[in-house]
């Protein structure tokens, strides 16, 4: 037995996933990670499919994701990895990919199919392709829990048990719908998510005075990153080393700046590729200079857009780059320094 099996059978009993997993000849470092989180199998193997990518091996990462696929740890774990596949196969050039993509996402879509967190992920990745009938249908799916109750009711929850609802409000928004009452009580939670997020970057002169500093970071979301590089709109080493290290050096960037000004209220907002070029088009602006997201912030976001998002979150709750993992557990992890 060689030495990836051997970690492999570490990590469990010998089941179809952990066979299918020794053909993958996968790397030491990810099965001594299965073997001591063998509780976090599903979100062990999606981390190593994501730095696959980041890597430009998508042939390895298409491979892990079909297994996760075919052998899931939950079937949540399943469907999280027919996203991420879709998602794999669509950015290829071959049209038999791209068909499969379609045929996979139909699949998600078949009623009563789709749990509510893949269905949040798979939202995302809608509305970044502009397709937003599906992306409210992923969205009502991801919120049905809370449209089940009456809108009156939902007043007391906290804002990240109602997240659902304002990624819900605006699909709705871009439809052309008339708001309904869980779309009040989304516009609710983003104005007040957005009054701690909008604002300009600090100013000296603010600071001198002894006001309360407001900043708010403009990144590319996880669905525009791809499409953000390969259009020339990100660069550098971070960039190039894809997603999760652009996230983690704004993570760090914005601890440095909390340390240098403390007490200020920050924020993130994650855009797409053609917020920024469209707007850079018409304001004359370079889409590819950094300040221009940051101008775009400034200018175009009104207070209820529900993509921002304080900073930092609680550790428990969701990580602000949309990972899908806690943030104790992504950007706020203290390995992140």
Not at 100 to 127: F, K, N, V, W
Request: charged letters at 35%; a negative charge; hydrophobic letters at 35%.
């Amino acid at each position: 037995m060689n030495e990836h099996a051997s970690s492999t059978a570490t990590a469990g009993d010998d089941t179809p996933l952990t066979a299918a997993l020794r053909e993958l000849d996968l790397p030491s470092r990810l099965l001594d990670d299965l073997a001591a989180h063998p509780d976090d199998t599903g979100g062990v193997l999606m981390g190593s499919a994501a730095e696959l990518r980041r890597a430009g091996r998508a042939t390895r990462a298409r491979r892990l994701l079909e297994t996760v696929r075919e052998h899931p740890p939950t079937p949540e774990d399943g469907q999280y990895a027919s996203v991420e596949l879709a998602d794999l196969l669509r950015k290829g050039q071959d049209p038999r990919d791209t068909a499969e993509a379609e045929r996979i996402t139909s699949e998600l879509l078949r009623p009563g199919r789709l749990g509510q967190g893949p269905a949040d992920l798979l939202g995302e990745y809608m509305r970044e392709l502009e397709r937003w009938d599906e992306a409210l249908l992923c969205f009502n799916i991801a919120a049905r829990h809370l449209l089940a109750e009456p809108p009156e009711e939902l007043a007391e929850e906290d804002d990240l048990s109602l997240s659902p609802l304002v990624n819900r409000l605006l699909a709705r928004m871009k439809l052309g719908l008339p708001r309904d009452g869980h779309d009040e009580v989304a516009l609710v939670v983003a104005q007040r998510q957005a009054e701690d997020a909008l604002e300009l970057p600090y100013e000296e002169d603010r600071l001198e005075k002894g006001d309360p500093v407001r900043e708010v970071e403009a990144l590319y979301s996880r669905a525009a990153f791809d499409g953000a590089r390969e259009r020339g709109l990100l660069s550098g080493e971070t960039a190039e080393h894809g997603a999760d290290a652009y996230y983690r050096a704004a993570e760090r960037s914005l601890r440095e700046r909390d340390r240098e000004h403390p007490g200020a209220r920050r924020g993130v907002v994650l855009h797409g590729v053609e917020d920024i070029v469209e707007f850079a088009e018409r304001s004359g602006l370079d889409p590819a200079d950094d300040d221009t997201a940051l101008i775009w912030a400034e200018r175009e976001l009104t207070a209820d857009d529900p993509r921002l998002r304080s900073w930092p979150p609680g550790r428990n709750e969701p990580c602000w780059c949309a990972s899908g993992r806690k943030y104790k557990k992504c950007c706020g992890s203290p390995s992140n320094r």
